[in-house]
Structures are given as structure tokens and as C-alpha cells.
């Protein structure tokens, strides 16, 4: 069974600029988070879909960064302008459904250096 | 926020020898889970255990869980070599949408 794929595995960018990842779920999976995972820290949850609709965003900096999931299956994370606290590790992560219990798998994550 | 804090921040073991990390968290959960992380890889997942489940073993670890002291701990006996991860437990509580919170984790480092 193919994991989480995630693209592109490093950026590196200027403060200001923009910065977008994709990511592709496991095959069938109804629910997809996006978690931002800073150097030293654990992940913290920036926006969970089900299929394509929002479900929580409420820790999505919103001035910045938006995401999308427009067929309920791939979806994109943007940063825009990018500012230096936003080095990072992006994690996509997929389960089933979204009731408790579901196994969440996590992709390789991608890499964000701005500077 | 961080729900869960593991404890400790850092261990440092000869191989062979047992792990233990304890995870403290705050508010009511649905379940916890374990994660370990490799240097520059994503999360794995290692182990679920439900709220009414007091403990639970898969190959060489050991889960418990204590609700009445809000605390689970992984225990990972004859550790190697390549045991050597960051690991952080995760809590999934609420009704409706189902997340994970993680802690800080514990960068454990099994020297050969």
C-alpha cells in the first residue's frame, strides 16, 4: 500500500515569498491534516478536511497560509508571504475517516527554510 | 496547544537495555497514541490504546495507560541501536472531529 506522498521534500525561500506543497493521501482516505512541526517541537495541527470540506482551521494562520482539497483526495498548502517563523516541517497525514480509532498516517514531511 | 508532555526530554541508553518514556496530559481522551520519528522522517505510528484499555503490548513495547492520572507510558524492552528516535505520545479527545495533539517528545539515543 503507497504511504503519504508529499512533494517537494526541501524548499528553501526569501521572507516574502511564496511556497506551496502538495500532497496525495493513501488511496481511499476520507480525511487529510495538515500538521506544521517546528525544530525541537511536536506537530501541531494547522487544517483537517474531510473529503474536500474544512472541519477544523481554527490554528491556520489565515492572513498567510491557506489550503485546499478541491476533489477530496490531493491537496495543496500555501504560504504566502512567507516570514521567518515559518521554518518548518509541513506533515501531510491521511486516515480512513475521522472517527476516533482511525490509524493517521503521516507522510516524510516538507522541509521550509525561509530566510 | 500542546496537550501531552512526555517525560523525559532526552534518554540515553546502552543497547540491550529497556526504555522507558511517561506522557502527562491534561484533559479527557478518546485514545492516546505513540509515534516515533527518525532524524529528517516523518511519524510513524507505533500504538493506539483506546481509553478503556489499561495496557497493550506489540513486539517489543509495552503501553500503559493511567486516565485516573492522566499519564500513558512506552516502554521498549532490549532496545537497539535503530530504536534510536524521537518519540512522542499523541492524544485524540472530543466528540466530533478527531485529531491528534502531540507533545514535545523524547529524543531517545541507544548506543551500541
Known amino acids: 500500500e503507497a504511504g503519504v506522498a508529499q512533494s517537494p521534500r526541501y524548499k528553501i525561500i526569501e521572507k516574502r515569498q511564496s511556497v506551496a506543497f502538495w500532497c496525495n493521501p493513501i488511496?481511499?482516505?476520507?480525511?487529510l491534516y495538515w500538521y506544521q512541526q517546528i525544530l525541537g517541537q511536536g506537530p501541531k495541527l494547522l487544517i483537517q478536511f474531510q473529503n474536500n470540506g474544512v472541519v477544523d482551521d481554527s490554528q491556520l494562520p489565515k492572513d498567510r497560509f491557506s489550503a485546499e482539497r478541491l476533489k477530496g483526495v490531493d491537496s495543496t498548502l500555501k504560504i504566502q508571504p512567507a516570514k521567518l517563523e515559518d521554518s518548518a516541517v509541513y506533515l501531510c497525514?491521511?486516515?480512513?475517516?475521522?472517527?476516533?480509532?482511525?490509524?493517521?498516517?503521516f507522510g516524510e514531511g516538507s522541509w521550509l527554510t525561509v530566510v | 496547544s500542546q496537550q501531552g508532555e512526555e517525560d523525559p526530554q532526552a534518554l540515553s541508553i546502552q543497547e540491550g537495555e529497556n526504555a522507558t518514556m511517561n506522557c502527562s496530559y491534561k484533559t479527557s481522551i478518546n485514545n492516546l497514541q505513540w509515534y516515533r520519528q527518525n532524524s529528517g522522517r516523518g511519524l510513524v505510528h507505533l500504538i493506539l490504546?483506546?481509553?478503556?484499555?489499561r495496557e497493550k503490548h506489540s513486539g517489543r513495547l509495552r503501553v500503559t495507560l493511567d486516565t485516573s492520572k492522566k499519564s500513558s507510558s512506552l516502554l521498549i524492552t532490549a532496545s537497539r541501536a535503530a530504536d534510536t528516535a524521537s518519540y512522542f505520545c499523541a492524544t485524540a479527545s472530543g466528540a466530533g472531529s478527531y485529531q491528534l495533539t502531540f507533545g514535545k517528545g523524547t529524543k531517545l539515543s541507544v548506543i551500541p
Open positions: 497525514a491521511s486516515s480512513e475517516g475521522y472517527l476516533s480509532g482511525n490509524t493517521i498516517y
Open positions: 488511496s481511499g482516505h476520507a480525511t
Open positions: 490504546i483506546r481509553s478503556n484499555e
